[in-house]
């Protein structure tokens, strides 16, 4: 089955920069869904993209798909330090009879103030 | 609120003893979860459910068993755990089948089987 694949792994900035990480794909979605987790905690939901969308927007979040490329990039602006997580990928598509959510490994973020 | 809740969220227990981890949600959602994660390997699902009396076996379901009795709870079991079952463990609900629809995550529950 597919598997998201982010990268970095690990990415370290300073405050009031810009984060990009990025997501790779195998096979055809229906869409892709940014998550965040913090240390320890359950995920939540960040912004979907459909896979007919290129990009969306939602705060300082942008999200871009490339459905002939297979990858997503996920882009924070001006990051804060409570931005400090890890980023997952899923992707979602139609399989044995249902849509099955795939997470990706994620991409540690670590925003010094 | 909105939330998914799950318990015990700490816990070590030795190998061959049955454990129970509770999941209930208050959203009236249709669709609920369980996955393990494990570093390098991120989130695997284990069991799904789509809704009461209907499971289904997810990536990795060897050494678990689920049961939907009720649409807000769907519990995790664990007959005989076994170390190599040590892990995160985080029960998830959505409303329906749509592949829209988000994914609400639970705190999440430390499993350590030793």
């Known amino acids: 089955s597919q598997q998201g694949e982010e990268d970095p792994q690990a990415l370290s900035i300073q405050e009031g920069e810009n984060a990009t990480m990025n997501c790779s794909y195998k096979t055809s979605i229906n869409n892709l869904q940014w998550y965040r987790q913090n240390s320890g905690r359950g995920l939540v939901h960040l912004i979907l993209?459909?896979?007919?969308?290129r990009e969306k927007h939602s705060g300082r979040l942008r999200v871009t798909l490339d459905t002939s490329k297979k990858s997503s990039s996920l882009l924070i602006t001006a990051s804060r330090a409570a931005d400090t997580a890890s980023y997952f990928c899923a992707t979602v598509a139609f399989e044995s009879g249902t849509y099955k959510y795939i997470f990706g490994t994620g991409t540690r973020l670590k925003v010094l103030a | 609120e909105a939330q998914v809740t799950q318990n015990p969220r700490y816990l070590i227990t030795v190998t061959g003893k049955k454990l129970t981890v509770t999941c209930s949600q208050n959203m009236n959602h249709e669709y609920m979860s369980w996955y393990r994660q494990d570093p390098g390997l991120g989130l695997r699902q284990i069991y799904y459910s789509m809704n009461v009396e209907v499971t289904d076996k997810g990536d990795v379901p060897e050494g678990y068993k689920v049961s939907r009795k009720e649409k807000r709870n769907f519990p995790l079991i664990l007959e005989s755990p076994s170390p190599n079952q040590t892990s995160l463990y985080f029960c998830?609900?959505?409303?329906?089948?749509?592949?829209?629809?988000?994914?609400?995550f639970g705190e999440g529950s430390w499993l350590t089987v030793v």
């Open positions: 993209i459909r896979s007919n969308e």
């Open positions: 998830a609900s959505k409303l329906g089948r749509s592949p829209e629809n988000t994914i609400y």
